[in-house]
């Protein structure tokens, strides 16, 4: 009964274009919309060359032309960097184009670091500790309700589901708060993830957007044909994390084979931590992590991510994972 998805950062590999990671997006979409994922979700980064989708609703529409019926959205927009109504006319206009598979996922970080965040908003008045009152006012619009004094055009009445995402419990708190549904980011930053998902839990309020907690955790899912290859390309994934963690952004490296020998005592340390919401092997190997994770956690869905050199690779770990979901779970869940 657990949901799948998907988030795609839309890599730019070593040697490739951004042309050819979008190209890669919409494609990657349609194999996702086959194999029955909920859900396909992009993000928003910035001042990061290995990952296009710093534009993020242009790159959702790009994605929904390609597709007719998961649901597209952001995983998501950090809301710090927006003004509220432009966001609504935005997700507003998606929703006009592909009406009733809009999600967007709303975040307080700024999606880079302080430097680029600057850049992006002209100013530091705009910060975290407004989110809540910026996420309130996105629903203004969105209900059309007259307390703001502006009609969002597009964005008025538009059918367009909230989430909130978190890695913290401030996120889980106010998800909770405005009976909303909650997505957290296991897949990078799990420290907080059980002790958030409770707070969530206790403490949600039923709304008329949701009766129920919902709860979709991030996942990493690297998976091949065999353990040995599984491993193998998940190193891509494993190279880009080490180097954003030493502050150096890059393009996604083709896979090492041994990588995980080279980095020494305290660099295995820090990826088995930031990586510690992970399957990597073959299709039984995946199996039996998944559903030690969702034995952990009760987990409502997943948000399946991962990146891989190799293209048809990855299309090949998503039918993997998709496989594995299904066996677990033959009546999924949908929010």
């Known amino acids: 009964m657990t949901g799948y998805s998907l988030l795609d950062l839309v890599p730019v ?15 990657l979409a349609v194999h996702a919309e086959s194999l029955g994922f909920n859900r396909y979700w992009v993000a928003e980064h910035h001042g990061m060359e290995g990952i296009a989708s710093a534009a993020t609703a242009v790159v959702i529409a790009h994605v929904g032309q390609a597709t007719s019926r998961i649901r597209i959205g952001a995983g998501g927009i950090m809301l710090p960097n927006h003004a509220p ?49 910026d996420v ?45 549904p909650y997505a957290f980011a296991s897949h990078f930053a799990p420290g907080l993830m059980d002790e958030a998902i409770g707070v969530y839990r206790r ?3 039923p709304s008329e957007a949701l009766a129920r907690p919902h709860v979709m955790l991030g996942f990493n899912v690297f998976a091949a044909d065999d353990d040995a290859e599984a491993e193998y390309l998940a190193t891509s994934q494993q190279q880009a994390f080490v180097a954003i963690r030493t502050g150096r952004g890059i393009k996604l490296p ?34 039996d992590q998944i559903a030690a994770f969702l034995a952990r956690t009760g987990a409502d869905e997943l948000m399946l991510t991962s990146a891989m050199f190799d293209h048809e690779a990855r299309k090949r ?7 594995a979901m299904r066996a677990l779970s033959p009546t999924r869940a949908s929010a």
């Open 317 to 323: 770990s998503l039918t993997i994972a998709a496989e």
């Open 254 to 287: 083709p896979p090492v084979r041994g990588y995980r020998e080279t980095l020494g005592a305290q660099g295995e340390a820090m990826l088995a931590q930031v990586l510690s919401a992970s399957a990597i092997g073959g299709p039984q190997k995946i199996r």
């Open 13 to 27: 590999i070593q040697g490739g274009t951004v042309s050819q990671a979008l190209a890669n997006a919409a494609d």
């Open 85 to 133: 109504l432009q966001v609504a006319e935005q997700f507003g206009t998606l929703d006009a184009l592909f009406p009733g598979r809009i999600d967007l996922g709303l975040g307080r970080a700024p999606g880079s670091d302080q430097r680029v965040a600057a850049a992006i908003r002209r100013g530091m008045d705009s910060d975290g500790s407004e989110f809540p009152r």
């Open 203 to 205: 403490t949600f309020r």
């Open 136 to 180: 309130q006012e996105l629903q203004s619009y969105f209900a059309d309700d007259g307390r703001t004094g502006i009609r969002a055009t597009p964005g008025a009445g538009a059918d367009v589901k909230l989430w909130i995402l978190g890695s913290s419990l401030f996120g889980a708190q106010l998800a909770a708060a405005l009976g909303l």
